[in-house]
């Protein structure tokens, strides 16, 4: 209509080609890819692959689709990125869903008639939008709750292939859990695949021949994750406030997503009684400031447990909170880590370093992130919940040996003592304290620890695995 405000907002998809996989793959890997892109080409001749989610930026799924939307569109197939619109009361409502799902009770408010009402009523201009601008030829994938009302209108007025594609769960579900899977049942059934995380994510009561498993990946190429020289770690380091011993050589550079050029130029916040030194080693873990990711025990386990036993320091590092003022716990959470901190000896706070990251800049901070996971010496994730865990990825893939907690999908990215050390029970804090001090004190072991590590990853974790696993799908969709 015009002057209608429109419902839907496209997101500009990137273009990266899958060519640059040639350089981290084994050659047989590497033709199997391009052989696919060849059948991608002509599967997806005339057709579009809608995604459809509810957030461009911010959170785990935002990033995925940023690089995996990138390859297909570099692998000449016409991917397209629409983000729906709704009220405030809509995404208070997902929001008591996201929580649900999570066994959390969120804002505690119900899912019956009157939540039913406003989802769809929310979410009806998006239909009404969407449904005008796909063609029956196409190939629709719906990310997450919040726009799964869009799956039975498809389906009913253009009836093209619908995949769901759920990037949450939890290992074991709860009443909580179940209540929000029997509010969005109606939504998601219709479609013609349920793409799942893991196994244990899988709601009860779904066709089984409709699952479809596909873990998270992570993207070689990125600001997180691409290789950086160990000149260009220090003086992003250097640069960013943790190492102050004026070894930088270089400019602390580094290659955006689209190849351009980029370079750190802020400086992350830190509680520390002095900066890192080049010899010093050093434990990490990179976690926004969240309960489920235990800072706290990951601070007093290392004082207790580690700092006695070792020379090593501790970056616990996270997104600077002011950026996220969505976040009151983040607030929070960090106000309890520097009060923990503060409290401890001396002797102990001399080998910790609490640290906010700059978040002006997306890649920026991704840098930081790279360049804090190259320098350490030991990996920590020792989450009390975790969906995924792409840390741990992002650890793997530079070759550190993590510890990290035996929980989601930490599980299937760790095998115990051969490409990473698998906590039983996060909250033993001698166990987690014993892990990371044997790796220290163990370096020919950490180092063949790590390395089994990055090939885990370099096999299983990389985007090209997704990718394939999805035309497989839509391959098997159209074919029936
Ligand atoms: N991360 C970041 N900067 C921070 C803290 C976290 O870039 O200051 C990134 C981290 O590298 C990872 C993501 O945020 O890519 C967190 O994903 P994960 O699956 O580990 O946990 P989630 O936050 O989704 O629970």
């Known amino acids: 209509m015009p002057g209608q405000v429109p419902a839907l907002t496209t997101v500009p998809v990137g273009r990266l080609s899958l060519d640059r996989f040639q350089s981290i793959l084994p050659a047989d ?23 459809v989610n509810s957030t461009a930026r911010g959170g785990g799924v935002a990033e995925l689709l940023v690089s995996l939307l990138a390859y297909t569109h570099g692998a000449g197939v016409n991917a397209r990125w629409e983000v729906i619109s709704a009220t405030d009361e809509f995404f208070s409502l997902t929001k008591r869903i996201h929580n649900n799902l999570h066994s959390a009770p969120g804002d505690g408010g119900e899912l019956g008639d009157a939540e039913r009402r406003v989802y769809e009523g929310s979410l009806a201009p998006n239909v009404e939008e969407f449904v005008g601008m796909v063609q029956p030829q196409d190939v629709v994938i719906v990310h997450d709750p919040q726009p799964a009302g869009l799956i039975p209108p498809l389906k009913e007025r253009l009836d093209v292939p619908v995949i769901w594609r759920c990037h949450v769960g939890i290992d074991t579900p709860s009443d909580l859990s179940r209540r929000a899977w029997a509010f969005l049942r109606p939504y998601v059934e219709p479609a013609d695949a349920y793409v799942f995380s893991r196994r244990a994510f899988v709601w009860e009561g779904l066709d089984d021949a409709k699952i479809e498993l596909i873990a998270p990946v992570i993207d070689a190429f990125s600001p997180k994750n691409a290789e950086l020289e ?37 400086r992350a916040e830190i509680d520390e009684e002095r900066p890192l030194r080049a010899p010093d080693p050093m434990v990490l873990q990179v976690s926004r400031w969240d309960r489920l990711k235990d800072p706290l025990g990951v601070i007093s386990g290392f004082a207790e447990h580690v700092a006695p036993h070792t020379d090593a320091h501790l970056v616990y590092a996270g997104p600077a909170v002011d950026a996220v003022a969505d976040d009151p716990e983040g607030v929070e959470v960090l106000r309890e880590a520097k009060a923990l901190y503060q409290g401890l000896p001396s002797a102990a706070r001399e080998r910790l370093h609490l640290a906010c990251l700059p978040m002006q800049s997306a890649a920026e901070n991704a840098a930081i992130v790279n360049a804090l996971q190259r320098r350490a010496n030991v990996v920590v994730q020792k989450s009390i919940a975790e969906g995924f865990g792409l840390t741990v990825a992002e650890g793997m893939w530079k070759a550190r040996p993590v510890v990290a907690s035996r929980i989601g999908g930490i599980q299937d990215q760790i095998v115990d003592r051969h490409s990473g050390l698998l906590l039983d029970d996060p909250a033993d804090l001698a166990a987690y304290g014993a892990a990371v001090s044997g790796l220290l004190q163990d370096p020919a072991r950490a180092e063949q620890i790590g390395h089994a590590a990055q090939e885990r990853v370099r096999d299983d974790f990389l985007a090209v695995r997704s990718l394939l696993q999805y035309l497989a799908l839509v391959q098997r969709l159209l074919a029936s």
């Open 29 to 51: 890997r590497y033709q199997t890819v391009m052989d696919a892109v060849q059948r991608a080409r002509e599967l997806f001749a005339g057709r579009v692959v809608w995604n």
């Open 230 to 266: 160990p000149e260009i770690v220090a003086a992003i380091l250097e640069v960013a406030g943790f190492n102050q011993d004026g070894a930088a050589k270089v400019a602390p550079t580094f290659h955006r997503i689209d190849g351009t050029p980029d370079r750190v130029e802020r």
